[in-house]
Every structure is written in structure tokens, then in C-alpha cells.
């Protein structure tokens, strides 16, 4: 079965300061890999996905992340982190022939000090 | 083009009760997913439907069924309903079902305070 975890539920940084968020997964073969983001009262939005070839994915709001096979781990990062970025981020993983099935990880909260 | 519509957006029922969430999800769109979102378990996957078909299904119990209609437009409904069963209630469409080619749209939620 995949998994998928998150080490960090909670991270503060500074305004136009960088950021990077852990994502660690359980799959046998090559998932395909998401990364969505949640503002309260929202539903969710994709920021972006890896399903083969460059490791290196460029998303929407300046996000990107790289797939690390031999580490099992995508995480997301941001050069300068803006106020509008405060929401929750949620990684999650899916499989070829398994449809919009996907397994979520718990979750970062991300706030952004002034 | 509308986005992914959930109703009703709050509902508040009582232990024992039964409850039918509803999802219309974007034009053209083929395939809904639902989710349970909770602090304590999070996200978790309820079931897809594709063309009217159930593909793919969660770990849940029996009590908690959906269906999707010829226009695509999706419900899901839960009986008995247990404290547990509070949470926010997310739909999700694609246009086929394939994630590899097209993107999946949530919906705002539905909350659900059981009582």
C-alpha cells in the first residue's frame, strides 16, 4: 500500500525568505506525485504534479519540486515565500491505472511572519 | 466555466440520521472522486466514478455509498450517521480520470457536524 509522510505539520518563515517542504513516500514503482495547497474554507488546488522524465517540476505561484527517487521524496520549495503563500500545503501520491485514487499526506500548516 | 458546485456547503445532523451530499462537477467533466477530510485522519479517499461506474473505492464502511448520474453530476450518501462521521466532505472532477492528462478540480466542501 503507499504512504506518504509529511515530517513537518507546522513551519513559520519570514516574508521573502525561502521555503521548503518535506514530502516523503512509500510506493513500489514510479508514483505519480502532487503537491496541492488548501486556504481556509477552500478546497484544494494543484500546484503541480511528476509523473515521468525531468525530476526538476515547475508549478503555478512560483512553486517547484523535485523527485528524488533514491531518497522516495518530492519536496516543494519556493525561493521567496509571500503573505498570500500562509495556507496549508498537502502532498499526495497516486498510481498508474488507479485513477483519481490518490493518498494524502497529513498536511503543513504554513504561516509567514511580516 | 464554473467550477466544481457542492450542496449544500454546512449541515448539521443527528447520530442515526442519513445524510445525501451532492457534487456537480465541471461541464465536460466524466470522472468525481470524493474525499474525507478530518483533523484527525486527514484526507482520505472515499470512491471515484467514471461514467456513471464506481472504479476506484476506499477503505470505508458500507454505510458510506455514492452514485453519478447520465449528466455526471455525483452524491454521496452516508447512514447511520456516527459522531465520527464530522468532517469536510470534498468533490473532486476530471475530465477523465486520467491524472497523467488532465488535472482534478476540487470543490469548496461540504462541512457535516454530526450531533
Known amino acids: 500500500a503507499q504512504s506518504v509522510t509529511q515530517p513537518d505539520i507546522h513551519i513559520t518563515v519570514s516574508e521573502g525568505a525561502s521555503l521548503e517542504l518535506r514530502c516523503n513516500y512509500s510506493?513500489?514503482?514510479?508514483?505519480?506525485l502532487f503537491w496541492y495547497v488548501q486556504s481556509p474554507g477552500q478546497g484544494l488546488q494543484l500546484l503541480l504534479k511528476?509523473?515521468?522524465?525531468?525530476?526538476l517540476v515547475q508549478g503555478i505561484k512560483g512553486f517547484e519540486a523535485e523527485f528524488k527517487r533514491s531518497q522516495s521524496s518530492f519536496n516543494l520549495r519556493k525561493p521567496s515565500v509571500h503573505w498570500s503563500d500562509a495556507a496549508e500545503y498537502f502532498c499526495?501520491?497516486?498510481?498508474?491505472?488507479?485513477?483519481?485514487?490518490?493518498?494524502f499526506g497529513g498536511g503543513t500548516r504554513l504561516m509567514v511572519k511580516p | 466555466k464554473a467550477g466544481v458546485t457542492q450542496t449544500p456547503r454546512y449541515l448539521i445532523k443527528t447520530r442515526g440520521q442519513q445524510v445525501t451530499l451532492s457534487c456537480s462537477p465541471i461541464?465536460?467533466?466524466?470522472?468525481v472522486s470524493w474525499y474525507q477530510q478530518t483533523p484527525g485522519q486527514g484526507l482520505q479517499f472515499l470512491f471515484e466514478?467514471?461514467?456513471?461506474?464506481?472504479?476506484n473505492k476506499g477503505n470505508f464502511p458500507g454505510r458510506f455509498s455514492g452514485r453519478q448520474f447520465s449528466n455526471s453530476r455525483s452524491e454521496m450518501n452516508v447512514s447511520t450517521l456516527e459522531l465520527g462521521d464530522s468532517a469536510l466532505y470534498l468533490c473532486?472532477?476530471?475530465?477523465?480520470?486520467?491524472?497523467?492528462?488532465?488535472?482534478?478540480?476540487f470543490g469548496p466542501g461540504t462541512r457535516l457536524t454530526v450531533t
Open positions: 510506493y513500489g514503482a514510479t508514483p505519480y
Open positions: 511528476y509523473f515521468s522524465g525531468d525530476t
Open positions: 461541464s465536460g467533466h466524466r470522472s
Open positions: 466514478y467514471f461514467s456513471e461506474t464506481q472504479r
Open positions: 499526495a501520491v497516486g498510481a498508474p491505472n488507479a485513477g483519481n485514487m490518490l493518498t
Open positions: 473532486a472532477s476530471s475530465l477523465d480520470g486520467n491524472p497523467d492528462r488532465h488535472e482534478q478540480y
